[in-house]
């Protein structure tokens, strides 16, 4: 839809997900897992509008510190947004353990015990967790391709400066029925880290680029053009 009215879009898959087969348990860091987006944007010819969803806040204000120069706002998704020397860990604690089971287990496939290498998406439970209100068919293509994620993007910190991270305009869209950030916990977040502007997808789930497609899309466009 963006791309009908004239923009260019590009989606890059984090490392471990998508196209890129790196397994989670060799994500050591929020660097390196955010490394397909920075190799994007030291290639950039022009400036982006840096678009993050849920945990892709995480790598989204690592490429902000990273390459302020590249980047002329930034949006979050009902999306994490950690300040400098904070753990995205610390914002989702309180449903965290409401999540464990019915949406994703802890695997620990490295050689220290103490510490999960991984999240394992438990995808018989993935539909009522993730795609509350999204359609069928997006349902089952997405639930196919969910892949399990580094404990490092939940457990690594970010040093994030006033000079190149502050830089950049944030911009937040909260989703009413979200069942991974639900609306709370992203109050919370915005109140922590206060963005330049706040949205709402009254009627979102956690991916309300299914559930509430039309209404994201206009809420992009506006922000693209402020």
């Known amino acids: 839809m963006l791309q009908r009215v004239g923009f260019r879009t590009v989606a890059i898959d ?4 998508g196209i890129d087969k790196t ?4 994500v050591m860091s929020i660097s390196q897992y955010s490394r397909p987006l920075t190799n994007y944007l030291s290639n950039a010819t022009g400036q ?5 969803h849920g945990l892709g806040g995480a790598p989204a204000s690592y490429a902000m510190e990273t390459y302020p120069e590249k980047i002329s706002k930034a949006v979050f998704l009902s999306g994490v947004m950690p300040l400098t020397d904070e753990v995205v860990l610390d914002s989702l604690r309180s449903t965290f353990s409401d999540l464990m089971g019915s949406c994703f287990t802890l695997n620990y496939n490295c050689d220290n ?17 993730y795609f509350n209100r999204s359609p069928p068919l997006d349902i089952a293509l997405s639930t196919n391709l969910m892949e399990d994620t580094p404990w490092a993007v939940f457990y690594d910190s970010l040093k994030l400066t006033r000079a190149n991270y502050g ?4 911009y937040y869209i909260r989703q009413g029925l979200d069942r991974i950030i639900p609306y709370d916990i992203q109050q919370q977040i915005i109140a922590h880290n ?4 706040v949205f709402l997808l009254k009627n ?5 680029f299914f559930s509430e497609t039309p ?10 053009f402020l």
């Open 215 to 224: 209404y994201l899309f206009t809420l992009l466009k506006e922000i693209a």
């Open 167 to 170: 830089s950049i305009d944030r």
């Open 194 to 197: 206060p963005p330049k502007q």
């Open 204 to 208: 979102g789930d956690h991916c309300g």
């Open 113 to 129: 015990k103490t510490r999960p290498s991984s999240i394992v998406v438990n995808r018989k439970g993935a539909p009522d967790c």
């Open 23 to 26: 397994s989670p348990d060799d």
């Open 48 to 52: 982006v509008i840096l678009v993050s």
């Open 14 to 17: 984090m490392l471990s997900h």
